[in-house]
């Protein structure tokens, strides 16, 4: 197989509805069935699917099934895609960050990338990210201004 296929079939396995939370995981289901992402510090053994901060990229697992990084900001998402994460997961706190998240999709995105909020921003901003080609968009309570 040739490298370049090798990322286009790692993306079209992420699931488009996804559920959970940054925190404990995500979940969802793909055409072989029932997926997970866990954070860093739980992922475990190999062929996991682990979803980290940028400043843990250091810390990934050669042996991990994908690497999925969370980003906040717009420098983080070229970083997302320079460092050659699998997925990039942008955790939106607030109006600004869903925004830069909107004009990034508007540029087009190298990876999947997943928007994480919390339900009133899904509310007011999912349709958008999935019209601008969004992955897929996470409902997350956890995250807020108290929550971060």
């Known amino acids: 197989?040739?490298?370049a296929n090798g990322a286009l079939l790692r993306s079209l396995?992420?699931?488009r509805r996804l559920y959970g939370s940054l925190k404990t995981g995500l979940y969802g289901e793909n055409s072989m069935g029932a997926y997970r992402v866990l954070p860093l510090g739980s992922a475990g053994g190999s062929g996991?699917?682990?979803l980290m901060e940028a400043?843990?990229?250091?810390d990934r697992s050669?042996?991990?099934g994908s690497v999925w990084m969370m980003v906040q900001a717009r420098e983080q998402w070229r970083q997302a895609q320079e460092k050659g994460?699998?997925?990039a997961v942008w955790r939106v706190c607030d109006d600004v960050?869903?925004?830069e998240a909107a004009e990034a999709l508007r540029q087009g995105v190298s990876v999947p990338l997943v928007l994480a909020a919390n339900g009133q921003t899904v509310a007011r901003y999912g349709k958008l990210w999935?019209?601008?080609g969004a992955h897929a968009v996470v409902r997350d309570e956890t995250i807020g201004k108290n929550h971060e």
Do not use: F, K, R, Y
Not at 55 to 58: D, K, L, P, S, T
């Open 130 to 132: 999935l019209g601008l």
């Open 85 to 87: 994460a699998d997925v």
């Open 1 to 3: 197989m040739l490298p």
């Open 55 to 58: 400043a843990q990229w250091q």
């Open 13 to 15: 396995s992420v699931p």
């Open 97 to 99: 960050q869903a925004q």
């Open 48 to 50: 996991a699917n682990v």
């Open 62 to 64: 050669e042996h991990a």
